[in-house]
Structures are given as C-alpha cells and as structure tokens.
C-alpha cells in the first residue's frame, strides 16, 4: 500500500521540503500540502507590501507554480493534529490521515501577556498584515497634518521591527506624509543579543531615516490611544505594529507531541524526528536540536537550510533508511532599512559589515535565488525590481 506524506504549511519550511521532497520521493508515495493560504509568501520581503502593496504580485507566489501536478493541495486550517490516529483536523475539511507528517505550521505573533497589546496592536505575519499596516498608516496620514502628525509606533526592535520601521520612513518620504514614528525595544540596543558593530549600523541608518529610537523599557500596557513604556513614559499613537516575539500556533497547544509548554513549539532531534517517529517538525513550529544549549534560530535562513534536508529524511523514512542529521550553518545577516540594507558576517565576503549598494544587492540575491529555487528563474527575475 503506497504511504501517504502529509505536509503542513506553505511557509519557508513547508514549500522548502515540498520541493525536496519531491525530488526525493519521484512518486515513491503519496504527497498531500496543507496550508491556510494558497500561495508562499516570501516572508522576510513581506514588508516591502507596507510601502508599496503591489510587492504582493511578486512574493506571493501560488502553489501550484511550486508543486508537482502529483502533489495534492489542500486550502484549509489545521485545527489539531491526532498522532494515535495520525490523522489532521481541518476546519472546513474532512480529516486526512497520513503515515508521516511534517509539521512546518510556522508561528504567530506572542503578546507575552501585556495588557491591551493584543486587542489595539497590528502584526506582520502574513500578507493581510502588511496589507493592513500599508492601509492604516495611509489612513492615519490622511488624517494628519504638518503641525499635527500621525504617530507610527513599533514595537519590538529585531529584524521584522527595523524594517517595518524602514518601510514607513520610505512611505512617508515618498508621499510627503506627516508620519513620525517610534521604535520602541525593551532590551538596550536594536536588533538585541548581535554584534555591537552591526546594531550601530543599523541604529545609524534608522537615524538618518528620521526614526525615533527608544531602547531600555520595555511596553507595559496598551489602550486605544496610548503605549506605556516603563514606569513613566507614555507615547500616543494612531497606528501600532507589534513584532515583539513569537510562539506557537494555536492548533499545537493539545498535540500530543513533546513541545514547551510555554510557546507550544515541538521538540525536534536534529533529523527533525519528534517524540513520535512518524512527525517530523521544522521551522517556526519547531524546536531543533543543534550542538550546544540553544535549539536552531527561528528564521528564514534556517527553515531554508532545514527543508532541503527534512524533504529527504522523510524520503529515508518511507524507506526505512537511517535518518541524516542536520545541522544549521550561519551564513550572516542581511538587513533592509527601507531602500538601505546592512550585511554582517556574510560567508566568503572579506568585510565583517557593510552598507551601501554591496548589502542592498545581497539583499535583493538572497530573496530572488530563493524564489528562482521554489519556481524558477523567470519569477526570480521579475520579482527582482520589487525586492
């Protein structure tokens, strides 16, 4: 009987180990993606969307231009995973069993209990969230006037709160909207617990681009005007983006599945096998062991480095083959501050950190060799202007 592979999300995981997988398995078995969404968004480009919505042609790309016409898609919500049954709950759908699953769910945005942050703040996690940023900063910008500007407040100052706040100073530059904004980090420098060079980098450009930066409080409550920030600071806002933190999806929280009790994210060995030889979890939903204490980070670049190799392990699996270890490798960061980017520790490049036209081009390769991997160079050139 022909065993049924069953994967999650469409994410950077799930189209990474797709692809994989296929390449792998050559209808050896049968394949089932499930994701909420029909497309893979690029994520780490999704805040282009912010200044300029039309980005979405280009990094939002369908499904079946990634999948093989053997692979069956399935458009539906996870709502629970039955690992003594194995099969998956969807909202909309009737259950489909599998022999073997990757969980590549992704995460969504952790509010970490602060009072009135979830009800008043806006996210970036998906498209709809930039799309949603881009709609309410237009608004508040309507609305605003030189002696009276929207405020722009962002919480969380890593990867996704430097560029959001990058995208809104392109916005109100190129509309000549009176916009200030604030980016807010509990923690002493942005883009905390990296290189000391780096962060002044990226302080530096946040600066020159007219971005107020407060680091050293953390957000205590929220309401519908106001931020509270430590004991005594108050900041009022007309919009608010949240990027503090992470944790698991909402449909891991009753999986019997060894996972932290806190985020909700699966314990992972390092061939991507959970408690149950049968689940395999990757990216944002996983917890992947690594030589030394802290687990794989959760980015792009790694669920980008782990799909190659979890498509091939569940390959392995089906087979009964021995199960090969991943172990992630950093090959440095790239960061866009609007039209500006910062690189640092980038492999095989002689300059420890660098700006100017060097780091926005890395940053544009980086995001078009990774959709000229999922669906081909013609995409990854057209898309190439936008990123």
């Not at 039309?54 to 898609?73: D, G, L, M, R």
């Not at 300059?351 to 036209?357: H, K, R, S």
């Amino acid at each position: 009987m022909t065993e049924n592979v069953v994967v999650l999300g469409a994410g950077y995981a799930g189209a990474g180990t797709i692809k994989s997988l296929e390449d792998e398995l050559e209808g050896e078995a049968d394949i089932t993606w499930i994701s909420d969404v029909d497309y893979h968004l690029v994520l780490h480009e999704s805040h282009r969307c912010i200044r300029d919505p039309s980005v979405q042609e280009n990094i939002a790309i369908p499904v079946h231009e990634i999948k093989q016409p053997s692979t069956s898609f399935l458009q539906d919500e996870v709502v629970n995973i039955d690992t003594e049954a194995r099969e998956i709950d969807l909202a909309d759908s009737d259950a489909v069993e599998y022999d073997y699953l990757l969980v590549g769910l992704g995460s969504q945005t952790a509010f970490f209990g602060i009072d009135g942050l979830k009800e008043h703040a806006l996210t970036l996690k998906s498209l709809d969230d930039a799309l949603e940023i881009h709609d309410n900063i237009q608004q508040a910008a309507r609305e605003a006037s030189t002696n009276d500007p929207a405020q722009v407040v962002i919480g969380g100052a890593g990867l996704s709160g430097i560029q959001t706040a990058g995208e809104v100073a392109e916005f109100r530059d190129e509309h000549n909207a009176p916009i200030d904004i604030h980016l807010v980090e509990g923690l002493d420098q942005v883009l905390p617990n990296s290189d000391p060079e780096l962060q002044g980098a990226l302080r530096k450009r946040l600066e020159a681009a007219d971005v107020n930066i407060k680091c050293g409080e953390f957000i205590g409550e929220v309401d519908e005007e106001t931020v509270y920030i430590g004991d005594e600071d108050e900041l009022d806002y007309d919009v608010l983006v949240w990027t503090g933190g992470i944790t698991g999806r909402d449909c891991m929280q009753d999986v019997d599945l060894d996972k932290d009790e806190r985020n909700h994210r699966v314990h992972a060995e390092g061939n991507f096998q959970t408690d149950d030889e049968r689940v395999f979890a990757i990216g944002d939903s996983a917890l992947i062991d690594q030589p030394g204490d802290q687990p794989a980070p959760p980015t792009a670049q790694a669920a980008w480095q782990a799909a190659e190799v979890a498509g091939e392990n569940l390959a392995r699996a089906v087979r009964g083959q021995p199960l090969k270890t991943w172990t992630h490798k950093d090959k440095g960061t790239v960061v866009s501050v609007g039209e500006k980017a910062v690189a640092h520790d980038v492999m095989n490049m002689p300059i420890e950190t660098f700006g100017g036209l060097p780091a926005k081009l890395l940053k544009k390769a980086i995001a078009a060799r990774w959709i000229n991997d999922v669906t081909g160079v013609g995409r990854a050139a057209k898309a190439w202007p936008d990123m």
